[in-house]
Nanobody, 125 residues
Framework: QVQVVESGGGMVQAGGALRLSCAAS????????TGWFRQAPGKEREFVAV????????DYADSVKGRFAISRDNSKNTVYLQMNSLKPEDTAVYYC??????????????????WGQGTRVTVSS
């Protein structure tokens, strides 16, 4: 299967930017989609963005549309989440996840098969 590891979290002021990375290993030649989720303290894990295997199809949560951009470099087996115009409400642990043999994009966390350990993003006001 595919294993994923996130990196790139940190602390930033409101209005700033961060780029998260999700590196995949294992059977990276298989068909899988990659999603980003986040979980703030005391809240449920929520969908942020998802990208198809080819990178040609993407979807975003309404709360991040126009500010975040998901992309992938299959030559590096890496998916990126560029986060711009960050707000304090973006503070959370961000998780990368892979869903195997996915015929379409998925936005529910329980649809994903493999999860990373998370990377913390803190946005100060």
């Amino acid at each position: 299967q595919v294993q994923v590891v996130e990196s790139g979290g940190g602390m930033v002021q409101a209005g700033g930017a961060l780029r998260l990375s999700c590196a995949a290993s294992g059977r990276t030649s298989m068909n899988y989609i990659t999603g980003w989720f986040r979980q703030a303290p005391g809240k449920e894990r929520e969908f942020v963005a998802v990208i198809s295997r080819s990178g040609g199809v993407k979807d975003y949560a309404d709360s991040v549309k126009g500010r975040f951009a998901i992309s992938r470099d299959n030559s590096k087996n890496t998916v990126y989440l560029q986060m711009n115009s960050l707000k304090p409400e973006d503070t959370a642990v961000y998780y990368c996840a892979a869903k195997f043999w996915a015929p379409s994009l998925a936005v529910r966390a329980d649809e994903y098969d493999s999860w990373g350990q998370g990377t913390r993003v803190t946005v100060s006001s």
